[in-house]
């Protein structure tokens, strides 16, 4: 527990200081006031962004790092799920962000969820990884060269047919990501105004345009 949240303590110092390399956070405008986080961690971008006046929901598969985050940020509602099964009503928030969480799921039903739960012209913004990352975390153990060549080979299926394969027999979702397989999926989520943004950091903002 000790090591998994000082990983969310680091990035949490990320998360707020503007003039960190690392920093790759979403503004939020005033009119946008449910605002949800898929893989929040302790909550990092509520707590840095200092968001106290908003409906402020993060989720994440982690109940070591909610339960921290619960007992000391009464603005923000934690909730313990995973982003192919969002526990919220249709045309929920204004604005859903992931900070490199998505990488690590079943991207295609992920989004799907998120275009179910966003309100018509709501916002998103989320961060994926390239190619190159994948390749610069190559370890010379069979089971790591394995397990990445798995994610490449992930990323490639997600970039030719649009879907992704689990892991093995563990439900394990891993892979990297490609502008022209994120802006499919989007488009057929009815997403629009598609910006990708592949610089420092791997950026994808939209807004959902269908009807409520």
């Not at 503007?18 to 909550?43: A, T």
């Not at 990488?103 to 709501?122: D, F, H, L, Q």
């Not at 994120?182 to 057929?188: D, E, T």
Request: charged share 20%.
């Amino acid at each position: 527990m000790e090591s998994n949240i000082k990983y969310h303590l680091c990035e949490l110092d990320i998360a707020s200081n503007k003039n960190d390399s690392r920093y790759c956070m979403p503004d939020i405008c005033e009119n946008e006031k449910n605002i949800l986080d898929i893989g929040c961690g302790i909550g990092q971008f509520f707590i840095s962004q200092k968001l106290t006046n908003k409906f402020n929901v993060g989720i994440d598969i982690n109940l070591e790092a909610l339960s921290y985050g619960i007992k000391r940020y009464k603005y923000i509602n934690y909730v313990n799920a995973d982003g192919v099964l969002l526990p919220f009503k249709s045309h929920s928030f204004d604005v859903v962000i992931s900070r490199v969480s998505l990488p690590y799921t079943n991207i295609p039903k992920v989004i799907s969820e998120i275009a179910r739960v966003i309100k018509p012209n709501g916002r998103i913004w989320l961060s994926f990884h390239p190619l190159p990352m994948i390749l610069k975390q190559f370890k010379f153990s069979i089971k790591d060269i394995i397990f990445r060549l798995y994610v490449i080979l992930n990323g490639l299926y997600m970039h030719c047919f649009g879907r992704l394969i689990p892991f093995l027999y563990k439900n394990k979702y891993e892979s990297f990501q490609t502008a022209y397989a994120i802006n499919r999926i989007l488009k057929a989520n009815s997403f629009s105004r598609i910006e990708i943004s592949k610089g420092k950091h791997f950026v994808v903002k939209a807004i959902y345009e269908a009807s409520s």
